[in-house]
């Protein structure tokens, strides 16, 4: 079918299908406008989504609807000292009807664009926002073009936004591609239009497809192949209309993620090898060497002070098994057991999370305050058993749970190692982890076991290698002395978890979290007592009772309240998209770093080199920019940077050079002679 033929084919639907004024009463896309913010303040700039909800059977269109679509407009109604920006729209899908390609959406989906409040707009002042919306509906039989009215009621404020609306256009957001910082090319070479994309050849892509925005230049129902060469994409497809200069389109990747390109007309790169867009492999190479950099960077976490405490655990019930091989064996496994299964329930939620459109990374269970309330009565907890405030038959000996308690308390300890350890980024997680970002989840989960299985591995090989094991000291005495000791290193955890928990929730919900670890104290204090025979059981359950009545109130307080989510009192400014462009323009180098409270190698690497006073004086002198990017609660504009550049968790350093296209990722253990030596580099 010819192009023209397709045209004229078009146009008679649309004619023929035009409604009456009657008919057009009736949508069969429901609109509805939303505002992320009811109160924007003035001087600010919020998101406004313009949500879309087909009805079974039909389907909306991109902003190019291919060759017989269009997209929405919408004809503004805008109050005094507002303006808005143009829609951003989802990754799109290609749907081919009677030999004519559709660029469509069959599922809800939703429009954003950006609303700014002039500063000089009066708090209170009425801001509401309406117009009149037109789009086309279709269903593979018909096409409707609609139109409705919509509006959001707004009042110039200060600009809060709630936790659940918050989510909402998180969700949104991230099912728009995103933006490549470098640009493409495209070339025709007679009727052939062929394209090349910068795209990192570890990136997998899942049944690809380019949509572009630029009219007259494809021809929309023709095939398209795709190749790698190197780090490039090159597509390959059929030339339609006379189309010049620069062009913009957007590449599906797979599962709604895209990204959006910026091609300049030039030489195109050779095609190589081809890219099955179906169901295509892995990269073998990629994947094993992710699982090897898993499991040795687990291995390496033991050494981490995050890990420390909890292997303290560890350490007093291999001495208390006093070499015995068939429990130190069981224990082994256990441990290991406990271990890798919390890595991969932690990274099925993740991969899980992700496909729900969440902006998270790894070690997202710290970036909530609930997560680290609970850590904190845990490790509250420990502290008080290690000093003997009271006993739990885990921690007793007693010869009837040598066997049985010894596994079960294996397997624990190994979880909360796990849970515990997963915030730290040691050397080669980094990148190991950043790999589950482009393999298929079947893919990824054993790269998260394998982060498990090498945290376990120093435990597994004193169950099971009887040369390690006989080195371990006989039980004897020493052990309550070493036990009290170990209280030290955990009642330290208790306080960076303390400190951490503030820092998250401050204001309101801080004084019923400090009076439930108050409480929670007093609880296994009396507790100890009960079981010396100096207090009452009686007793006892009044004080857990108000304990649990306390804890409820703070839990409730943690999932209601907002989070504070206070920057690190460190050098340099918030780093933002727009940040981050603006000190580029400077011609001046740029240090960006991305860091949580959580997160201790990002702490080691804040006191031992960024904020050595050396170090910021040559930043100074040489006029080095510094950006950072504060992910303690969780960002989602710092989670898909973080993804961008192959990583899903902090620490990660970026330089970038005067004119250099790319930055350079510096090493996860900074030295204050490395950055000195970026400064001062001509």
Same mark, same amino acid.
Request: net charge positive; hydrophobic share 50%; with cysteine.
């Given at each position: 079918m010819t192009a023209a033929w397709r045209a004229m084919l078009a146009v008679l639907a649309l004619a023929l299908l035009a409604p009456g004024p009657a008919r057009a009463q009736t949508v069969n896309i429901t609109p509805q406008l939303v505002a992320e913010t009811a109160v924007p303040a003035p001087g600010t700039t919020t998101t406004l989504a313009l949500g879309m909800t087909p009805a079974k059977g039909w389907h909306g269109y991109w902003l190019n609807g291919g060759d017989a679509g269009f997209g929405m407009s919408v004809d503004w109604n805008l109050p005094e000292g507002v303006a808005i920006s143009g829609f951003r729209y989802p990754v799109p899908e290609a749907l081919m009807l009677f030999g004519m390609m559709n660029h469509v959406y069959e599922h809800p989906y939703a429009l954003l664009a950006d609303i700014e409040v002039d500063r000089s707009v009066a708090p209170g002042s009425d801001l509401t926002l309406s117009g009149v919306a037109n789009w086309l509906a279709c269903t593979d039989k018909v096409c409707v073009p609609e139109k409705a009215v919509v509006s959001v009621k707004l009042t110039a404020g200060d600009g809060t936004i709630s936790a659940a609306?918050?989510?909402?256009?998180?969700?949104?957001?991230?099912?728009?591609?995103?933006?490549?910082?470098?640009?493409?090319?495209?070339?025709?070479?007679?009727?052939?239009? @062929?394209?090349?994309?910068?795209?990192?050849?570890?990136?997998?892509?899942?049944?690809?497809?380019?949509?572009?925005?630029?009219?007259?230049?494809?021809?929309?129902?023709?095939?398209?192949?795709?190749?790698?060469?190197?780090?490039?994409?090159?597509?390959? &497809?059929?030339?339609?209309?006379?189309?010049?200069?620069?062009?913009?389109?957007?590449?599906?990747?797979?599962?709604?993620?895209?990204? &959006?390109?910026?091609?300049?007309?030039?030489?195109?790169?050779?095609?190589?090898?081809?890219?099955?867009?179906?169901?295509?492999?892995?990269?073998?190479?990629?994947?094993?060497?992710?699982?090897?950099?898993?499991?040795l960077g687990g291995l390496i976490l033991n050494l981490m002070p995050c890990v420390f405490p909890i292997l303290s655990l560890k350490a007093l019930s291999l001495a208390r098994s006093g070499g015995d091989a068939r429990e130190a064996k069981g224990e082994a496994v256990a441990y290991t057991a406990g271990a890798v299964l919390v890595c991969l329930a932690l990274g099925g939620?993740?991969?899980?999370?992700?496909?729900?459109?969440?902006?998270?990374?790894?070690?997202?269970? $710290?970036?909530?305050?609930?997560?680290?309330?609970?850590?904190?009565?845990?490790?509250?907890?420990?502290? =008080?058993?290690?000093?003997?405030?009271?006993?739990?038959?885990?921690?007793?000996?007693?010869?009837?749970?040598?066997?049985?308690?010894?596994?079960?308390?294996?397997?624990?300890?190994?979880?909360?190692?796990?849970?515990?350890?997963?915030?730290?980024?040691?050397?080669?997680?980094?990148?190991?982890?950043?790999?589950?970002?482009?393999?298929?989840?079947?893919?990824?989960?054993?790269?998260?076991?394998?982060?498990? =299985?090498?945290?376990?591995?120093?435990?597994?090989?004193?169950?099971?290698?009887?040369?390690?094991?006989?080195? $371990?000291?006989?039980?004897?005495?020493?052990?309550?002395?070493?036990?009290?000791?170990?209280?030290?290193?955990?009642?330290?955890?208790?306080?960076? =978890?303390?400190?951490?928990?503030?820092?998250?929730?401050?204001?309101?919900?801080?004084?019923?979290?400090?009076?439930?670890v108050i409480w929670s104290i007093v609880l296994f204090n009396a507790l100890g007592r009960q079981q010396r025979g100096r207090t009452s059981r009686r007793t006892v359950l009044?004080?857990?009772?108000?304990?649990?009545?306390?804890?409820?109130?703070?839990? @409730?307080?943690?999932?209601?309240?907002?989070?504070?989510?206070?920057?690190?009192?460190?050098?340099?400014?918030?780093?933002?998209?727009?940040?981050?462009?603006?000190?580029?323009?400077?011609?001046?180098?740029?240090?960006?770093?991305?860091?949580?409270?959580?997160?201790?190698?990002?702490?080691?690497?804040?006191?031992?080199?960024?904020?050595?006073?050396?170090?910021?004086?040559?930043?100074?002198?040489?006029?080095?920019?510094? =950006?950072?990017?504060?992910?303690?609660?969780?960002?989602?504009?710092?989670?898909?940077t973080l993804a961008e550049h192959g990583r899903n968790s902090v620490p990660l350093y970026l330089w970038y050079a005067p004119g250099a296209a790319e930055p350079e990722i510096l090493p996860q253990i900074l030295t204050p002679g490395l950055l000195i030596e970026k400064a001062e580099a001509k």
């Amino acid at each position: 079918m010819t192009a023209a033929w397709r045209a004229m084919l078009a146009v008679l639907a649309l004619a023929l299908l035009a409604p009456g004024p009657a008919r057009a009463q009736t949508v069969n896309i429901t609109p509805q406008l939303v505002a992320e913010t009811a109160v924007p303040a003035p001087g600010t700039t919020t998101t406004l989504a313009l949500g879309m909800t087909p009805a079974k059977g039909w389907h909306g269109y991109w902003l190019n609807g291919g060759d017989a679509g269009f997209g929405m407009s919408v004809d503004w109604n805008l109050p005094e000292g507002v303006a808005i920006s143009g829609f951003r729209y989802p990754v799109p899908e290609a749907l081919m009807l009677f030999g004519m390609m559709n660029h469509v959406y069959e599922h809800p989906y939703a429009l954003l664009a950006d609303i700014e409040v002039d500063r000089s707009v009066a708090p209170g002042s009425d801001l509401t926002l309406s117009g009149v919306a037109n789009w086309l509906a279709c269903t593979d039989k018909v096409c409707v073009p609609e139109k409705a009215v919509v509006s959001v009621k707004l009042t110039a404020g200060d600009g809060t936004i709630s936790a659940a609306s918050r989510a909402r256009f998180d969700a949104w957001r991230a099912r728009l591609p995103q933006p490549l910082d470098r640009a493409g090319h495209w070339e025709r070479r007679g009727d052939v239009l @062929r394209f090349d994309i910068p795209l990192p050849a570890g990136v997998a892509i899942n049944a690809p497809h380019l949509f572009l925005e630029t009219q007259n230049l494809i021809d929309y129902p023709a095939p398209q192949t795709f190749s790698r060469n190197g780090d490039w994409i090159v597509i390959e &497809t059929r030339a339609n209309g006379d189309a010049t200069g620069p062009a913009k389109g957007l590449v599906k990747l797979a599962d709604g993620r895209g990204l &959006t390109v910026d091609f300049e007309q030039a030489a195109v790169r050779p095609a190589g090898k081809p890219v099955v867009g179906a169901r295509p492999g892995i990269d073998m190479g990629l994947f094993w060497a992710a699982l090897g950099g898993a499991v040795l960077g687990g291995l390496i976490l033991n050494l981490m002070p995050c890990v420390f405490p909890i292997l303290s655990l560890k350490a007093l019930s291999l001495a208390r098994s006093g070499g015995d091989a068939r429990e130190a064996k069981g224990e082994a496994v256990a441990y290991t057991a406990g271990a890798v299964l919390v890595c991969l329930a932690l990274g099925g939620a993740l991969l899980a999370l992700r496909a729900a459109g969440e902006q998270v990374g790894w070690a997202f269970q $710290l970036q909530h305050p609930l997560s680290v309330f609970i850590l904190l009565l845990l490790a509250v907890a420990i502290t =008080l058993n290690l000093l003997g405030a009271y006993e739990l038959p885990s921690f007793g000996g007693g010869r009837k749970l040598a066997g049985q308690g010894g596994a079960a308390g294996g397997f624990w300890t190994g979880a909360l190692a796990a849970f515990v350890a997963t915030p730290c980024s040691g050397p080669l997680l980094g990148a190991a982890l950043g790999a589950t970002l482009v393999l298929p989840a079947w893919a990824a989960l054993p790269i998260f076991g394998g982060l498990g =299985l090498g945290l376990a591995l120093p435990f597994l090989a004193i169950g099971f290698l009887p040369a390690l094991r006989n080195r $371990l000291p006989r039980p004897g005495p020493w052990m309550a002395t070493f036990r009290k000791w170990m209280a030290l290193p955990m009642g330290i955890t208790a306080l960076a =978890l303390a400190w951490l928990l503030w820092r998250q929730a401050g204001g309101a919900a801080w004084p019923p979290v400090l009076a439930a670890v108050i409480w929670s104290i007093v609880l296994f204090n009396a507790l100890g007592r009960q079981q010396r025979g100096r207090t009452s059981r009686r007793t006892v359950l009044f004080f857990l009772f108000v304990a649990v009545a306390i804890t409820a109130i703070s839990v @409730r307080g943690l999932v209601n309240g907002a989070h504070d989510g206070t920057v690190s009192s460190i050098a340099g400014d918030s780093f933002s998209p727009e940040a981050l462009a603006k000190a580029r323009a400077t011609g001046k180098p740029v240090f960006v770093y991305f860091t949580a409270d959580w997160c201790l190698s990002c702490k080691a690497n804040e006191a031992g080199a960024i904020d050595r006073e050396t170090v910021q004086e040559a930043f100074k002198a040489r006029g080095v920019a510094t =950006l950072v990017g504060d992910w303690t609660n969780g960002d989602p504009v710092i989670t898909r940077t973080l993804a961008e550049h192959g990583r899903n968790s902090v620490p990660l350093y970026l330089w970038y050079a005067p004119g250099a296209a790319e930055p350079e990722i510096l090493p996860q253990i900074l030295t204050p002679g490395l950055l000195i030596e970026k400064a001062e580099a001509k």
